[in-house]
């Protein structure tokens, strides 16, 4: 904390600090809004990983810019830290307070033009402006192969905006919003836009609404019938996939349940499914 008190000298000092004295010094300048000490330190940052999601309990936007900001200074001056050897891959900010301007200000940061893997999961996003989150994953579409925004509080007109910036996802491997209470309808349209993303391979959905009762209890009549209607879409779409729909955790009261639903469309039963047609 004495070394933040002068922040010109905390910054030279950075070239000769031990290792393990940088997450707390981090943290310290993380809390205290030392913006200048925190760009620094994130372009002489000496681990493979910076997590940031344990550090947002409570909005930091100021500190969370500082950091984007030292990431595009890296970037722009292609001068790397101890082990920072490529542009930004994975990002996750999990079970914290983002703010719209924290996300506005990360689709404009160069520094996540290469992103592989991005995690919001837990961070509230129900109130967000469609129009945001489509920015920000129209910014990564062409690289992004992870996707979670599990338990965050999306709802369908958000989820249906980002539809046209997910379909451009060509190297998507893995999708989940599980933990979010979303529709029968929107879910319908997911899987609409995912069966043109040759390499998806794992989809992790929620329960549809429709499996509900009005006081949030999981049905098990209706949701047979869901996953029922799932299949015939799946089948209808003519690609042989297979989704999970998990009851974990739950996005009434976030209890964990039974983790799996597995539905199947093989290739079998979309050749049995174009005889019966016949």
């Not at 940052?45 to 936007?61: E, S």
């Not at 830290?81 to 996300?103: F, G, H, K, W, Y």
């Not at 509900?212 to 042989?240: D, F, I, K, W």
Request: proline share 8%; net charge negative.
């Amino acid at each position: 904390a004495s070394l933040l008190k002068d922040e010109a000298l905390a910054i030279t000092a950075l070239e000769y600090l031990p290792t393990e004295l940088f997450p707390p010094l981090f943290m310290e300048a993380f809390y205290g809004s030392h913006r200048e000490t925190l760009k620094a330190m994130v372009q002489a940052w000496p681990f493979v990983r910076l997590p940031l999601g344990g550090l947002m309990q409570f909005p930091h936007a100021r500190a969370l810019q500082a950091v984007l900001d030292g990431l595009d200074v890296l970037l722009a001056q292609r001068v790397h830290p101890r082990c920072l050897m490529s542009p930004l891959e994975n990002l996750a900010i999990t079970n914290c307070l983002l703010t719209e301007s924290d996300v506005t200000h990360l689709s404009q940061c160069p520094s996540i033009s290469q992103l592989k893997g991005l995690d919001l999961s837990g961070s509230t996003l129900t109130h967000f402006s469609p129009y945001i989150l489509q920015v920000l994953l129209e910014k990564v579409a062409s690289t992004l192969q992870e996707l979670y925004l599990e338990k965050c509080g999306i709802v369908d007109p958000q989820l249906e905006a980002i539809l046209p910036a997910l379909s451009h996802c060509s190297a998507l491997t893995s999708f989940s919003v599980r933990g979010n209470l979303l529709s029968m309808a929107i879910v319908q349209k997911v899987l609409g836009c995912t069966t043109r993303l040759p390499g998806l391979c794992q989809e992790l959905y929620p329960p549809p609404r429709e499996s509900y009762s009005s006081l949030g209890t999981l049905l098990p009549g209706r949701l047979a019938q869901v996953r029922a209607e799932l299949l015939e879409s799946l089948r209808a779409l003519g690609r042989p996939r297979t989704i999970w729909i998990s009851y974990s955790p739950c996005p009434h009261c976030g209890n964990d349940g039974p983790p799996w639903y597995i539905i199947l469309c093989s290739q079998e039963s979309l050749f049995s499914n174009k005889e019966q047609r016949h």
